[in-house]
């Protein structure tokens, strides 16, 4: 082997010396970062905006892997956890689950059962109602026909209009999405219908005043909410839940 073979076969031995050395070193640095970064683990980012008090389901997640020494104590890492929960505020799409953004839905009492109804949301709601709150059901209802003193149409007349409190201080559980309603016109029959939006509100309710609701959702002309107020526990009373404008004295 002459010189120059010689200085070849060093120059190959400095250079595979040098590659071991900087890999080395690139394996070095990998290993203290992951030392400092530590193991990784789940968590959930928000797919869309949430609304204050809505549910929450796992259709509104989406999972992302995240060093846990870089997650927020309070970061939910089980999708579980949602499991009837509500959004105490808005909640901005991309924005990290936590548990402090969640809160847990109003629970029935012994007796009690879910009920839900389409409400107005112009007329009934107006965006001021939440579950947690206690709301009075109000539901009009056009008079009925009365006979005339002969019987048949001719001399018929007609029972005046009433307003009543359907439940008083029923509990709200939970506050839908906003539903476009087709309404069909008046009893008249008209096919004329007029757009409007409408939320499904879910109480908890009594027996007895499930069938109040069922029955007014049903039968009445409107149904319509009162926010009743935070510790406001007075009931109405029964001379109160009936009114028409001829005994409006």
């Not at 070193?25 to 204050?52: C, I, W």
């Not at 901005?92 to 007796?111: H, I, N, V």
């Amino acid at each position: 082997m002459n010189s120059r073979q010689r200085r070849g076969v060093l120059l190959l031995a400095l250079s595979v010396l040098c590659a071991l050395a900087a890999f080395a070193g690139v394996l070095t640095v990998v290993r203290n970062v992951e030392s400092k970064v530590g193991d990784e683990t789940t968590a959930y980012k928000l797919k869309q905006d949430v609304p204050a008090y809505q549910s929450l389901d796992s259709s509104q997640f989406t999972e992302v892997s995240m060093p846990e020494r870089w997650l927020p104590k309070t970061a939910v890492t089980d999708l579980s956890d949602i499991r009837r929960k509500i959004a105490v505020n808005p909640l901005k799409k991309g924005s990290l689950l936590q548990s402090d953004m969640m809160a847990k839905r109003p629970e029935l009492a012994a007796g009690e059962q879910e009920i839900a109804i389409m409400i107005d949301a112009e007329t009934g709601v107006a965006g001021k109602i939440n579950p947690g709150n206690r709301v009075n059901i109000y539901a009009t209802f056009e008079g009925e026909q009365r006979p005339g003193a002969k019987g048949g149409d001719e001399g018929e007349t007609r029972a005046p209009s009433e307003s009543r409190v359907i439940v008083s201080r029923a509990k709200v559980i939970d506050v839908g999405k906003l539903t476009p309603l087709k309404d069909g016109g008046d009893r008249d029959e008209r096919t004329r219908q007029r757009e409007r939006d409408g939320v499904p509100i879910t109480f908890a309710l009594t027996t007895k005043d499930a069938q109040r609701v069922a029955y007014a959702e049903s039968f009445a002309e409107h149904v319509r909410l009162a926010l009743v107020a935070p510790g406001d526990d007075t009931e109405v009373p029964e001379e109160d839940r009936i009114y028409t404008l001829p005994g409006d004295k």
